[in-house]
């Protein structure tokens, strides 16, 4: 219980000194600062990573889930009437199925185990989820949360760059929320509330969708 204590607290300083950088760097992710800052931690008070991610590892996959689910609360705030649901249902089918084909279809050019092939699979979803559909899917969960938190990193890291001839921020919260997952979403957020919501909106439904389609398409793949 102690080590777990003190992991927290580290945890914690390490995200409320990364606020103030990010702020300064906002082209930076928050996450990245915070997950630079841990390791400067730990490499200060000698604390091998295997405890530390032995300790912290359950609690903060515990709390993944109840943020996850919070993002209900600014999907309650969007107003809905005035959504191009055509648009919206187009955009989200696109935006599952290439983001699952392509880099399937790299790793599986690269000559990659299966397993890992069905890891790269899982891009598509924000991590919570994409756990669940690993285990569904019998891929390698460690490589399946690295994937995710690279590619929302990445996403999120060149979004000012990609995005700035946008200017519409439902747009350029959609697109955030659909590529780079819960930390394009904080993004988002940094943008204004109207791309957060939107960026919520848009990882909450992509990761419904692809949780449904993606195992029974490949289980139906694998009985044929």
């Known amino acids: 219980m102690f080590s777990i204590l003190i992991g927290f607290i580290l945890t914690l300083v390490a995200y409320l000194a990364a606020k103030p950088i990010n702020r300064r760097f906002p082209q930076v992710p928050l996450l990245v600062i915070g997950m630079f800052i841990v390791i400067g931690l730990l490499l200060i008070f000698k604390i091998p990573y295997e405890n530390y991610n032995q300790?912290?590892?359950?609690?903060?996959?515990?709390?993944?889930?109840?943020?996850t689910v919070a993002l209900a609360i600014p999907l309650a705030a969007m107003r809905y009437d005035d959504l191009?649901?055509?648009?919206?249902?187009?955009?989200l089918v696109f935006a599952s199925v290439s983001a699952v084909a392509l880099p399937m279809s790299l790793a599986y050019l690269l000559h990659m185990a299966d397993s890992t092939i069905m890891a790269f699979a899982t891009r598509a979803v924000t991590t919570p989820i994409a756990i669940n559909i690993a285990e569904l899917l019998h891929s390698p969960?460690?490589?399946?949360?690295?994937?995710?938190?690279?590619?929302?990193?990445i996403g999120a890291a060149f979004s000012s760059v990609i995005l700035r001839n946008i200017n519409d921020e439902r747009a350029s919260g959609l697109a955030l929320g659909l590529a780079a997952h819960a930390i394009g979403t904080a993004q988002a957020w940094q943008r204004g509330s109207v791309a957060g919501r939107y960026a919520a909106f848009g990882m909450a439904v992509n990761a419904v969708?692809?949780?449904?389609?993606?195992?029974t398409f490949i289980i139906f793949l694998n009985k044929m």
């Open 55 to 67: 300790n912290m590892n359950g609690l903060f996959s515990h709390l993944l889930g109840y943020v």
């Open 141 to 153: 969960v460690t490589l399946v949360i690295l994937i995710v938190i690279l590619s929302g990193t």
């Open 209 to 215: 969708f692809t949780a449904i389609w993606l195992p």
């Open 84 to 91: 191009p649901l055509k648009a919206m249902f187009g955009i």
